[in-house]
Structures are given as C-alpha cells and as structure tokens.
T-cell receptor, first 116, second 115 residues
C-alpha cells in the first residue's frame, strides 16, 4: 500500500516571501500521480497543482511550483510571493494510475500561516 | 454552475444510531467518492460510486455503506455509530472517464459529531 508523509505539521511564512512544504511517499509503482490540495477554514479542498510521475518537468501553476524527485520519492511544494489568502492546511496526495485505482491517499497535512 | 454540494452541514448523533449524509456532484460529473477526515488528519478514502455501483472501497467496515442514484447524487450511510466515527465527511466528484490525473472536486463536507 502506498503511504504519504508530510513531516512538517506547521509552517509559517512572511507575506511576499517564499515557503516550501515537504512531502515524501512510498510506492512500488513506476507510474502514478501526485497532487497538492489546499483546505482553507471553509473546509473545501481545492486542487493546487498536480504532477504525473512520467513527466520529468516539474509542474507550475502561477505562484505554485513543485520539486519532484522521483528517485528520492519526494514531492515538495514551493509557494512564491506568499499572500494572506494562502493560509490554509495543505495536503499532499498520491493516486495510482489505471483501471481499478481511483482513491487518493493523503498525508496528514501541513498548516501554513502567513504573517502580515 | 453549482459545485459539489453536501447536506447537512453539521450533525450530532448518539452512539448506536444511524446517519445518512447526502452529496450532489458537480454538473456533468458522474462519479462520486467519499472520504472521512478525522480531526488533525488527512482524508481517508471510504468508497467510490460509478453507474450506481460501488467501484472501489477503502479500509472501512461494512457499517459504512452507500448508494448512488440515477441523477448521480449519492448517500453515505453509517450504522451503529461509534465515538470514533466523529469526523468531517467529504464528498468528491469527477468527470466521466477521468482516472489517473483527473481532478476530483470536493464539497464543503458534513461535520458529524457522535456523543
């Protein structure tokens, strides 16, 4: 079974600065998908960014980018120019490819605080 | 375009009772997944429904059951409630035929408290 580990329960960042959230995972599969989700106090999970394991290029979405290290099984999220609205719980998630595997496996999350 | 909706928002039940939670998927989505998120934890997959059938199930006991209706909406039923069932229950929907990297759109959840 796949596992996802987020070793930073809480992080803080000054507004306009950059922060990196860590995620490692364990799998025996060679192809898979990785995601970062944001969960603000409103509780609604929002997809931030996704990465297909077969793609070597790191995904980017505006101020959000990932550092995907497949051999190390590491998938960190970098948030640049942090804004107050970035304050939330961030969850790393794993998904197997192919028919029969639809579930997302989540880590325990990192609570990000943004300091004005 | 309405997103994923869930009802009720909050619910308080007593141990041993039964509860039904409801989910309406985003317009055009035919697949619904349910997750349990205990306090301070990440969501855990309960099961997924597609074409009115349970397609995949996580490591949850048979007390947890579900249903999907022809309009793709779904219900999660939990019987013989335990204190440990207290959690946020999230529903997620996705587009037809999207496995793998396909996005799951989440609802705001139902907060269940068992006393």
């Amino acid at each position: 079974a796949q596992t996802v580990t987020q070793s930073q329960p809480e992080m803080s960042v000054q507004e306009a600065e950059t922060v990196t959230l860590s995620c490692t995972y364990d799998t025996s599969e060679s192809d898979y998908y990785l995601f970062w989700y944001k969960q603000p106090p409103s509780r609604q999970m929002i997809l931030v960014i996704r990465q297909e394991a077969y793609k070597q290029q790191n995904a980017t979405e505006n101020r959000f980018s990932v550092n995907f290290q497949k051999a190390a099984k590491s998938f960190s999220l970098k948030i640049s120019d942090s804004q107050l609205g970035d304050a939330a719980m961030y969850f790393c998630a794993y998904r197997s490819p192919g028919a029969g595997s639809y579930q997302l496996t989540f880590g325990k999350g990192t609570k990000l605080s943004v300091i004005p | 375009d309405a997103g994923v909706t869930q009802s009720p928002t909050h619910l308080i039940k007593t141990r041993g009772q039964q509860v039904t939670l409801r989910c309406s998927p985003k317009s055009g989505h035919d697949t619904v997944s349910w997750y349990q998120q205990a306090l301070g934890q990440g969501p855990q997959f309960i099961f997924q429904y597609y074409e009115e059938e349970e397609r995949q199930r996580g490591n949850f006991p048979d007390r947890f059951s579900g249903h999907q209706f022809p309009n793709y909406s779904s219900e999660l039923n939990v019987n013989a409630l335990l204190l440990g069932d207290s959690a946020l229950y999230l529903c997620a929907s996705s587009l037809p035929g999207t496995g793998g990297a396909g996005e799951q759109y989440f609802g705001p959840g139902t907060r269940l408290t068992v006393t």
